[in-house]
């Protein structure tokens, strides 16, 4: 998020393209800083926020007052921001008999602002709720009498949520919440409030005037809607393809509580209707199961509007999701763990929402709570049916595919691949990688420890492992060839599996260039490539027949004296 | 130090042309208010890593005092 100095430069960029929105905005204690950051970051969310600003602490001389300068304004939105600070000063100054009865007072006082401002003016009216403060006169007590600060506080902030109920034009901007996301030392500053009056740190205003934009956008009817969720290592741990369906993660196995913990979350979207579609590079059989049949599974096919498993690139099918369900891009959130997909959609798809993921799944959900990307101004018995609906439209739609430029995107990668034999610093990956893939594995020879040893050092073979490296990162060891020389000139390929994490990215191209051109230079003739069916492997099937060999009875040719070099967008190191 | 100072003036006051020097005072500054001036602290502080107690923001005269007021907390 952009830092208060950031918001402040945005103040000269050009709104006229933006919508206009009239907000007046009244406090208890200094609101100019905020006033400027709520500008400024209203040029993030594409809004011109025209604002008008009470002088210091008039808030009830404003709007008891017909002929005052905030009717004249007659603002759209009107953010009213009175303090826990100030609370707490009405409350020193009570005798303490009082005391008991701040909470019922204030709210008596609140509900006379806004039937005033609501008779008088056609505005929404946005009422930041009390950050806690803590006064530690009655201890831990303070919980068990009505006359401690903190009881009345919290009493107030509760008959609020109570009376935005009722009255439809309230809504309650939650900077308590934000209080406790980022701990009170970092949302107030003692040195700035008692030299500025001021109650906000300015480290805080952008996140304050984020959580308020969000509700002013909200109100001009910008929502998010849909949910596109990947599937591997996102709502589950693992690859379901590799690893199968019963070794993800989710439920009890391994870190499978953080999963758990998202698709529940996942599930409460739904509920309050919120679109969930599904977007995973994935054979779509294999993807379905876990919904239909794993035990851990909170999410399940009936909680999915739109389910889109394949191996075709995402913005294509992302695009295809939106056709059937018939949304703007903007009103899309993407997650997906991978970063290479989130730039490829985030380049591809304007508008759309793609967070940063952190790295630790146990993260995923604190990091989006701290995002507030589904603010909402209704809550309906028909947002709850929205799913089925959109169900329905996505069963009449089929799946046509439309290609994007891949190719131009690729170039931009910086793609480069070390390509290096088996040695004793990559053979436990190997291992693992050749217990691992089998999905992108045209024979399925799984290999130990010791018969990577026994390849690497016999003469008939020839060993190559293939690293990707992008402008995002390193993706590490992704490929593993192992050749056999054969008699007549030919070399058989033994093994050749690769991560799915790289398809789609020419890889293939790169690895069949490298091994045909060390095979014409080591004088053989022909490359034979062999495809084992297996329950996994449908992926491949035609592997050899897509990059040119011919099929001579049950095994595939290339002849390297005429072989010419697929493209690709990968140099090697 | 100055030469710091100066960055984060003009980078909190967003204006390039701010050229201070010990003597300097916030008259002298036409952005520096009352209302820029918790902004410039609170910027000194995130850049040297240091809190300034609430009477020491009261007490400077000008940009020399606080940057003696900066050295004394051992930058």
Same mark, same amino acid.
């Given at each position: 998020m952009k830092t208060f100095t950031e918001l402040k430069k945005n103040l @000269?960029?050009?709104?006229?393209?933006f919508k206009t929105i009239k907000v007046a905005v009244l406090g208890d204690t200094s609101t100019q800083l905020l006033v400027q950051a709520l500008r400024g970051m209203g040029y993030e969310y594409k809004l011109n926020l025209e604002i008008w600003e009470a002088d210091f602490n008039q808030v009830e001389l404003q709007v008891f007052d017909p002929g005052s300068a905030l009717y004249s304004f007659d603002p759209h939105m009107v953010v009213l921001f009175q303090s826990s600070h100030r609370l707490l000063e009405k409350f020193n100054k009570m005798s303490s008999a009082d005391h008991s009865g701040l909470a019922e007072h204030e709210l008596n006082s609140i509900q006379n602002i806004y039937s005033t401002l609501s008779d008088t003016l056609n505005a929404k009216v946005i009422y930041y709720n009390y950050t806690e403060i803590d006064d530690?006169? =009655?201890? $831990? =007590?303070a919980n068990k009498t009505e006359f401690s600060f903190l009881f009345q506080l919290r009493k107030l902030n509760y008959e609020l949520m109570l009376v935005a109920m009722k009255c439809t034009d309230l809504y309650i901007c939650d900077i308590s919440s934000l209080q406790n996301q980022v701990g009170k030392a970092n949302f107030f500053q003692t040195s700035v409030y008692i030299n500025t009056e001021m109650v906000l740190s300015i480290e805080i205003l952008p996140k304050v005037a984020a959580r308020t934009l969000d509700l002013i956008s909200a109100l001009q009817g910008q929502l998010k809607k849909c949910v596109i969720l990947d599937l591997d290592n996102t709502i589950w741990g693992g690859i379901i393809g590799d690893d199968g369906f019963e070794n993800?993660?989710?439920?009890? %196995?391994?870190?499978g509580k953080a999963f758990s913990e998202f698709q529940y979350w996942v599930k409460k979207l739904k509920e309050r209707g919120i679109i969930v579609a599904v977007c995973s590079k994935n054979t779509d059989s294999v993807a379905r199961e876990p919904f239909k049949k794993h035990p851990d599974m909170v999410l399940r096919m009936e909680d999915i509007s739109v389910f889109a498993a394949n191996w075709e690139n995402k913005a294509d099918n992302i695009r295809e999701i939106r056709d059937i369900l018939n949304i703007g891009f903007d009103s899309m959130v993407f997650l997906d763990d991978n970063p290479f997909e989130r730039n490829m959609v985030r380049e591809n798809i304007p508008g759309i929402h793609v967070p940063e993921l952190p790295e630790d799944p146990a993260d995923y959900l604190e990091y989006l709570y701290t %995002? $507030? %990307? =589904?603010?909402?101004?209704a809550f309906s018995n028909e947002d709850k049916e929205r799913t089925r609906l959109y169900q329905v439209e996505a069963q009449r739609n089929t799946f046509q595919k439309k290609f994007t430029n891949e190719d131009d995107f690729l170039k931009t990668l910086n793609m480069s691949c070390l390509v290096q034999p088996f040695n004793k610093f990559n053979i436990p990956r190997i291992a693992q990688l050749s217990q691992r893939s089998n999905q992108f594995n045209l024979r399925t020879v799984r290999y130990t420890e010791g018969d990577i040893e026994f390849l690497s050092a016999s003469e008939n073979h020839f060993t190559f492992t293939f690293g990707l490296e992008d402008k995002f990162g390193d993706n590490g060891l992704i490929c593993v060839i192992v050749l056999q020389k054969e008699d007549g000139g030919a070399l058989f390929i033994d093994t050749w599996f690769m991560s799915c994490r790289v398809l789609k990215r020419g890889m293939e191209h790169f690895a069949l260039n490298t091994i045909a051109e060390f095979g014409k230079n080591a004088g053989f003739k022909t490359l034979k490539g062999e495809y084992i069916p297996t329950a @996994? $492997?449908?992926?491949? @099937?035609n592997h050899y027949q897509s990059l040119g060999f011919g099929q001579n009875e049950n095994h595939w040719e290339l002849d390297l004296g005429g072989y010419k070099k697929k493209h690709n967008h990968i140099t090697r190191k | 130090m100055l030469k710091q100072i100066n960055r984060i003036f003009t980078d909190t006051l967003d204006n390039e042309d701010i050229v201070i020097t010990e003597a300097t005072t916030a008259s002298d500054v036409e952005e520096w208010d009352s209302l820029t001036h918790i902004q410039l602290v609170v910027a000194v502080e995130k850049h040297f890593k240091i809190r300034f107690t609430s009477r020491e923001i009261q007490s400077w005269a000008n940009v020399g005092e606080m940057l003696g007021c900066i050295q004394g907390k051992g930058v």
């Amino acid at each position: 998020m952009k830092t208060f100095t950031e918001l402040k430069k945005n103040l @000269k960029q050009d709104f006229s393209g933006f919508k206009t929105i009239k907000v007046a905005v009244l406090g208890d204690t200094s609101t100019q800083l905020l006033v400027q950051a709520l500008r400024g970051m209203g040029y993030e969310y594409k809004l011109n926020l025209e604002i008008w600003e009470a002088d210091f602490n008039q808030v009830e001389l404003q709007v008891f007052d017909p002929g005052s300068a905030l009717y004249s304004f007659d603002p759209h939105m009107v953010v009213l921001f009175q303090s826990s600070h100030r609370l707490l000063e009405k409350f020193n100054k009570m005798s303490s008999a009082d005391h008991s009865g701040l909470a019922e007072h204030e709210l008596n006082s609140i509900q006379n602002i806004y039937s005033t401002l609501s008779d008088t003016l056609n505005a929404k009216v946005i009422y930041y709720n009390y950050t806690e403060i803590d006064d530690s006169v =009655f201890g $831990n =007590f303070a919980n068990k009498t009505e006359f401690s600060f903190l009881f009345q506080l919290r009493k107030l902030n509760y008959e609020l949520m109570l009376v935005a109920m009722k009255c439809t034009d309230l809504y309650i901007c939650d900077i308590s919440s934000l209080q406790n996301q980022v701990g009170k030392a970092n949302f107030f500053q003692t040195s700035v409030y008692i030299n500025t009056e001021m109650v906000l740190s300015i480290e805080i205003l952008p996140k304050v005037a984020a959580r308020t934009l969000d509700l002013i956008s909200a109100l001009q009817g910008q929502l998010k809607k849909c949910v596109i969720l990947d599937l591997d290592n996102t709502i589950w741990g693992g690859i379901i393809g590799d690893d199968g369906f019963e070794n993800i993660q989710v439920g009890t %196995l391994g870190i499978g509580k953080a999963f758990s913990e998202f698709q529940y979350w996942v599930k409460k979207l739904k509920e309050r209707g919120i679109i969930v579609a599904v977007c995973s590079k994935n054979t779509d059989s294999v993807a379905r199961e876990p919904f239909k049949k794993h035990p851990d599974m909170v999410l399940r096919m009936e909680d999915i509007s739109v389910f889109a498993a394949n191996w075709e690139n995402k913005a294509d099918n992302i695009r295809e999701i939106r056709d059937i369900l018939n949304i703007g891009f903007d009103s899309m959130v993407f997650l997906d763990d991978n970063p290479f997909e989130r730039n490829m959609v985030r380049e591809n798809i304007p508008g759309i929402h793609v967070p940063e993921l952190p790295e630790d799944p146990a993260d995923y959900l604190e990091y989006l709570y701290t %995002l $507030n %990307l =589904f603010e909402t101004t209704a809550f309906s018995n028909e947002d709850k049916e929205r799913t089925r609906l959109y169900q329905v439209e996505a069963q009449r739609n089929t799946f046509q595919k439309k290609f994007t430029n891949e190719d131009d995107f690729l170039k931009t990668l910086n793609m480069s691949c070390l390509v290096q034999p088996f040695n004793k610093f990559n053979i436990p990956r190997i291992a693992q990688l050749s217990q691992r893939s089998n999905q992108f594995n045209l024979r399925t020879v799984r290999y130990t420890e010791g018969d990577i040893e026994f390849l690497s050092a016999s003469e008939n073979h020839f060993t190559f492992t293939f690293g990707l490296e992008d402008k995002f990162g390193d993706n590490g060891l992704i490929c593993v060839i192992v050749l056999q020389k054969e008699d007549g000139g030919a070399l058989f390929i033994d093994t050749w599996f690769m991560s799915c994490r790289v398809l789609k990215r020419g890889m293939e191209h790169f690895a069949l260039n490298t091994i045909a051109e060390f095979g014409k230079n080591a004088g053989f003739k022909t490359l034979k490539g062999e495809y084992i069916p297996t329950a @996994k $492997n449908e992926m491949v @099937k035609n592997h050899y027949q897509s990059l040119g060999f011919g099929q001579n009875e049950n095994h595939w040719e290339l002849d390297l004296g005429g072989y010419k070099k697929k493209h690709n967008h990968i140099t090697r190191k | 130090m100055l030469k710091q100072i100066n960055r984060i003036f003009t980078d909190t006051l967003d204006n390039e042309d701010i050229v201070i020097t010990e003597a300097t005072t916030a008259s002298d500054v036409e952005e520096w208010d009352s209302l820029t001036h918790i902004q410039l602290v609170v910027a000194v502080e995130k850049h040297f890593k240091i809190r300034f107690t609430s009477r020491e923001i009261q007490s400077w005269a000008n940009v020399g005092e606080m940057l003696g007021c900066i050295q004394g907390k051992g930058v």
